[in-house]
């Protein structure tokens, strides 16, 4: 099993600092997270947290597009992945999200998936001018575009909310960015096992990532991918903290472990402690994962 580290509790003023720190220490990847604005008021409920703790974090926090974090940090990197966890994909046009995808994809030399999800928040897609209602229709159409879009070669689109003729997109990378699909829903699982390249939870906990991987794999025997060798299962326990609790996860069938490994009353500017627990889970964790 492999690791990643969350970056939504650290100031993106130290991105760089903590990229090179957990690249020396073994981490796999690093993931952060996506919000385009902070919307006064919103309509909507937070589905894995209580939303008005959400809220406050949402408006004390500061956020980086994740396609200029990712390009700042796989600059001062040689080995280290990426990957936005999760970006809002169908509020974004397709055509350009894919150009930005594919072509941090080429400088990087291959190093950036993909986490594709939709949005909580009526107010991203409103505000966007892009219909809430039929989000779902629209995140299909998204991912299927992006597919095509990273072959380099010539396609064309006939979707009931995206309609073009022929183009090509290059450079693209030798291989297709992975795409890792987010959500704890049936139709987020369901997307997951039908077009995605992995799947990816939000924070949860043993027993809720027992039942999600088990009704992702069901999904994924029903779209015949089960057998995919290279389909990646993140998953984030914040509990999990010693080296059994992540062994347990492995054991689950996570193929990667996300998470915060400092403690959480340390404060976002906090360098000095952020990079001693990179560090130190390293040594005491990553080093001795069998």
């Known amino acids: 099993m492999k690791f990643v580290l969350q970056l939504g509790f650290a100031s993106y003023r130290h991105y760089m600092d903590i990229a090179r720190a957990a690249e020396k220490a073994g981490w796999d990847s690093l993931s952060m997270p996506d919000s385009l604005f902070y919307p006064q008021a919103t309509e909507s409920d937070y589905p894995y947290a209580d939303t008005d703790a959400i809220r406050g974090y949402l408006e004390q926090s500061e956020f980086i597009e994740p396609f200029v974090a990712m390009a700042s940090m796989a600059a001062v990197t040689t080995r280290l992945r990426f990957y936005p966890g999760v970006l809002k994909v169908p509020v974004r046009q397709p055509l350009i999200l894919a150009k930005s995808l594919t072509s941090l994809a080429v400088m990087s030399g291959g190093r950036i998936s993909l986490g594709a999800g939709l949005s909580p928040w009526k107010e991203d897609f409103v505000y966007n001018g892009v219909n809430f209602d039929k989000r779902g229709e629209i995140m299909d159409e998204c991912l299927e575009i992006l ?12 979707g009931r909310h995206f309609d073009f003729g022929p183009l090509r997109m290059r450079p693209v990378p030798e291989h297709p960015v992975p795409i890792l699909v987010g959500g704890h829903s049936k139709p987020a699982l369901r997307r997951a096992a039908r077009l995605g390249d992995g799947w990816a939870s939000a924070n949860t906990d043993l027993e809720t990532l027992r039942s999600l991987v088990s009704q992702l794999n069901g999904f994924r025997a029903e ?3 089960l057998d995919r060798a290279d389909y990646e299962i993140h998953g984030i326990d914040f509990s999990a903290r010693t080296l059994d609790d992540f ?4 054991d689950l069938g996570l193929t990667h472990a996300g998470l915060v490994p400092w403690d959480m009353s340390c404060g976002p500017d906090d360098k000095l402690a952020q990079l001693d627990a990179i560090r130190r889970f390293g040594d005491e964790v990553i080093a001795r994962m069998d």
């Open 147 to 158: 597919r095509a879009a990273m072959s380099g070669e010539f396609f064309e689109y006939h």
């Open 223 to 225: 779209y015949g991918t």
């Open 247 to 250: 062994r347990r996860l492995r």
